[in-house]
């Protein structure tokens, strides 16, 4: 796991600045504090940040081939690169380490632009081919490793974190102000966009190549959603797919420096520790984290119980409200986008745990609920629209009595009397986001004049309108997760998987989600997966007989950090004068008098925790990459 930095300069004769790419990598040591590297040839320049993983001393980068033709830098892991390494010698190939980035190289040398879709893992990594004066950026299937990217007209520059972009003064800090409309309506920001203007991600799936001036950006992997109704049966499926899991969870055990598991108390962290423990006859170091104060939901007790069972060596650690806001303004410069993911900070103590234990590599659970339809708002939503359908015409009765349940104290039932006038595809934005959340029903009110002109483009909800597009002739169970997959899951989920981490200086890897994982859950029929009221039915029966009933049985919590309390409480007073401050970028684009009221309501029970958080971090973001300029 690394961090790499480049630029290419256009018109393919002025040199880039060696310092340049040395401040590049400099402002993400955090990445790769155990090595730095840089190639510098005319008008490429190229930099890598090393945390040392695999061959620990032969796998230094930038690295090359044997004339020096081509070059990489390169952030990740691939697990089939044995295979890949056995097939390129039989074809002549010779190789000088045993990193697997050495296998991308000869594999280019080989195939080309090809080579994208023969590498199972995550990665984002860049090649320059200097015979063809070609870079080729690429990433991911499902978008667990960032990689960004900006074209200034004279330069074409990329970097594992968006603050290595700004190290370059051509490079201006400008602010993509519809960007901050949709980061409103689902709480993060789908797609390609980020919150500076004309800086991109390169998304998940997709490799871009830029030569003689011209870029070309094209996908090479999605996610396809069977529509055949012909499969094997439950109990041989599910034998298929504990195969699937064990061969996964080896793989991303292949290390050269110990390997820890992050346990949730859930199911899938269990179940990811239970074939962590079967492929390695070394100890397994395992991590959770909890919080100070009475009456918080304790994910320890469930942790510690898979510990015991599989005889890990087990650490814990506790985080209080200070600890949450003391580490706010670090949240916003490693995430460097405003995503409203409290959990994320929950992430970052207990990784920092980890590393100071000795570990630099973690395994997760992320990832089960996208594929196996684990969240409960995905049966809960089937279960409405299957009522919408049955009630017809008199849809309003529905309405009416979901209303009524509302107000007899079914909280929960309160968002849907609203959707059942809508079809999916204009109500579900993606599992953070609904249309009748705060910010969507009031945002336009919440918004200045000036504000609301400088917004422009497509409809903020535009990215899942386009997805459902794509699957309208799909179940609706499916609909949901590859809106979730395309969207949530690389651009909140492993955005925040991925920084907080890597601010610890460890490599977190996501078993669930290797790509072959992903495309057996997707062939499966949707009742395999969300089967009347239960959830994630197939994994569950896979894993049955190996995680505690106790766990397989227990409601799903996630990272439940209690920051609604401590925002009406320990924080109370840093958001109220984080947000309406004189100076603030917030006020500048929000109502003041809304502002004041939403905390007020607030305070007087109402609770906004997601709004709260989203407008204080969008302001911090602000302060750090914004105004300190």
Known sequence: MCGIVGKLNLDGTQRVDPGLIQRMMDVIVHRGPDGEGKYVSGAIGLGHRRLSIIDLNTGAQPMCNEDGTVWIVYNGEIYNFPDLRVELEAKGHRFRSTTDT???????????????????????????????????????????????????????????????????????????????????????????????????????????????????????????????????????????????????????????????????GGLDSTGVLRYASESTDKPIHTFTIGFSGANFTDERPYARLAAQRYRTIHREITISARDFYDFLPKYVWHMEEPICEPPAIALYFVSRLARESSVKVLLSGEGGDEAFGGYQNYRNLLLLERLKTTFGPAKGLLRIGLKALNQLGWRKIGRYPDLVRLPISQYYYSRTAMPNTMFNRYKRDLYTKEFSELIGGESSDAPTKRLFEQMDDKPLLNQMLYVDTKTWLPDDLLVKADKMTMATSVELRVPLLDFQILEFAAALPPQYKVHRFETKRILKAALEKAVPPEIIKRKKVGFPVPYERWLKSDLKHFISDTLLSQNSAVGDYFRREMLQEILEKSERGDSYPEELFCLMVLELWHKQFISSR
Request: aromatic residues 12%; glycine residues 4%; proline residues 3%.
């Open 102 to 264: 050495e296998v991308i190289i000869h594999l280019y040398e080989e195939i080309g632009v090809k080579s994208v879709s023969r590498l199972r893992g995550m990665f984002a990594f860049a090649i320059w081919d200097e015979r063809k004066k070609m870079l080729l950026l690429a990433r991911d299937s499902v978008g667990v490793k960032p990689l960004y990217y900006i074209n200034t007209g004279k330069a074409f520059l990329f970097a594992s974190e968006i603050k290595s972009l700004l190290e370059d003064s051509s490079v201006k800090r400008n602010v993509n102000y519809s960007a901050i409309d949709r980061f409103l309506t689902y709480l993060y920001l789908p797609g390609n966009e980020t919150l500076f203007k004309n800086i991109y991600k390169l998304e998940p799936g997709h490799y871009l190549t830029i030569q003689n001036g011209r870029t070309t950006l094209q996908q090479y992997w999605d996610l396809h959603f069977e529509s055949t109704s012909k499969w094997k049966s439950l109990p041989d499926t599910i034998v298929e797919l504990q195969q699937l899991l064990a061969q996964s969870v080896k793989d991303h055990m292949i290390s050269d420096v110990p390997v820890g598991v992050l346990l949730s």
